[in-house]
T-cell receptor, first 112, second 115 residues
Framework: QQQVKQSPQSLIVQKGGISIINCAYE??????FPWYQQFPGKGPALLIA?????SEKKEGRFTISFNKSAKQFSLHIMDSQPGDSATYFC???????????FGKGTRLSVIA | GAGVSQSPRYKVAKRGQDVALRCDPI?????LFWYQQALGQGPEFLTY????????KSGLPSDRFFAERPEGSVSTLKIQRTQQEDSAVYLC?????????????FGPGTRLTVL
């Protein structure tokens, strides 16, 4: 059973557009929801994260929207740039310093 | 300070060989996690430590996989009698004693290819 489902698998966005990636989770015991960005040959890097007591969090061009009742959360990248082209992973974890459960990833391509 | 480092960055092994992968976490980080990332997939949990204690090894695929962190700092993931299905990127992550949420910092990974 896949605990974190991510969509779409791939996404092409025009420069300056909005990129939207969605995730759904199964376990209501999860209480931490990060998004990671990964470039080829590199390890994942934390972009932004949210806890379930907040419905939205914004950091620069990156926004997480969280819907606790629907068990869904999404990443919005505003004013997408070619340098944002990478693979993005959503994840979830139980309380405390515990292992992350990752989605399968979305490959984003931002074209000029 | 420096981030999480892993060595070697690339490892080619013949089927049946033993390999050892090293992770140097960020200094002072109490928790250390190992993940396996297959090509085109998300990282999958293998095992993790709090200081030298291995708290969960439920993600290790078989008894050929073994991890240790004897002094609560550097960790080694050992794979015995490697098989082709072990080919993947092995990622290490560490987190601070008082994380903001569960903020984990990843190393660059070791790409293992088993021929």
């Amino acid at each position: 059973q896949q605990q974190v489902k991510q969509s779409p698998q791939s996404l092409i966005v025009q420069k300056g557009g909005i990129s939207i990636i969605n995730c759904a989770y199964e376990n209501t015991a999860f209480d931490y929801f990060p998004w990671y960005q990964q470039f080829p040959g590199k390890g994942p890097a934390l972009l932004i994260a949210i806890r379930p007591d907040v419905s939205e969090k914004k950091e620069g061009r990156f926004t997480i929207s969280f819907n606790k009742s629907a068990k869904q959360f999404s990443l919005h990248i505003m004013d997408s740039q070619p340098g944002d082209s990478a693979t993005y992973f959503c994840a979830a974890s139980y309380p405390g310093n515990t292992p992350l459960v990752f989605g399968k990833g979305t490959r984003l391509s931002v074209i000029a | 300070g420096a981030g999480v480092s892993q060595s070697p960055r690339y490892k080619v092994a013949k089927r049946g060989q033993d390999v050892a992968l090293r992770c140097d976490p960020i200094s002072g980080h109490v928790s250390l996690f190992w993940y396996q990332q297959a090509l085109g997939q998300g990282p999958e949990f293998l095992t993790y430590f709090q200081n030298e204690a291995q708290l969960d090894k439920s993600g290790l695929p078989s008894d050929r996989f073994f991890a240790e962190r004897p002094e609560g700092s550097v960790s080694t993931l050992k794979i015995q009698r490697t098989q082709q299905e072990d080919s993947a990127v092995y990622l290490c992550a560490s987190s601070s004693p008082r994380p903001v949420g569960n903020e984990q910092f990843f190393g660059p990974g070791t790409r293992l290819t088993v021929l």
